[in-house]
């Protein structure tokens, strides 16, 4: 379970998570995009673990509390959803209770975005950025941080098994493969 909380929102808790990774088709993976880099990890479980695409290896982090994943852009993005695979029933004291969500132009202005709280999660967890305004869908940044407050049974140490990254796709049609410009090309775009 899991809460989400914004600026002056109350905490909302979360529990579950879905064992298959559903995203809408107007979304796109922005990760690659990103440069990585983690507060500390154990040998062999560094940011690679959390970018494989392999739900049995994860990120161990290693040190004091907060941990820190920093995902920093070129140039400045919108991000949308950011998804999480955590596993309470491989990990336990490992699994993240409470997670921060911070968004800036880089470490020295951060701003807290949203706070989680994951109650026993297994599998993965959808956390969009969107604020208290439904105008506002996205965050426009150059820096994301994702941080480990305090993790089950009060443990030290964390696991997290993949973390996604999405933003709003360029093209405004589902399901098209290419990436015309204009609407007169998008007229010609299907053959019969």
């Known amino acids: 379970m899991a809460t989400e909380s914004s600026e002056g929102e109350e905490d909302v808790k979360l529990t579950g998570g879905n064992q298959v990774l559903v995203v809408e088709d107007d979304l796109r993976e922005m990760g690659k995009k990103a440069a990585w880099s983690v507060s500390s990890c154990k040998p062999g479980n560094g940011v690679s673990a959390l970018r494989d695409d392999n739900l049995e290896t994860y990120w161990q982090s290693d040190g004091v ?21 955590v596993d309470f029933k491989l990990d336990e004291s490992y699994t993240p209770s409470k997670i921060s969500i911070r968004a800036g132009d880089g470490f020295h202005n951060l701003k807290e975005i949203k706070t989680v709280e994951l109650v026993k999660p297994t599998g993965w967890v959808y956390l969009l950025l969107s604020g208290n305004d439904p105008k506002d869908t996205f965050v426009n940044t150059f820096m994301l941080q994702i941080a480990v407050l305090s993790n089950h049974l009060n443990g030290r140490d964390t696991h997290v098994r993949q973390i996604k990254i999405y ?3 360029p093209n405004p049609i589902p399901h098209q493969p290419f990436q015309f410009t204009s609407r007169e090309f998008i007229t010609y775009s299907i053959i019969r």
Request: net charge positive.
């Open 167 to 169: 933003g709003p796709r």
């Open 65 to 85: 509390q907060p941990h820190l994943v920093n995902i920093q852009f070129q140039k400045k993005v919108k991000l949308q959803l950011v998804v999480l695979y």
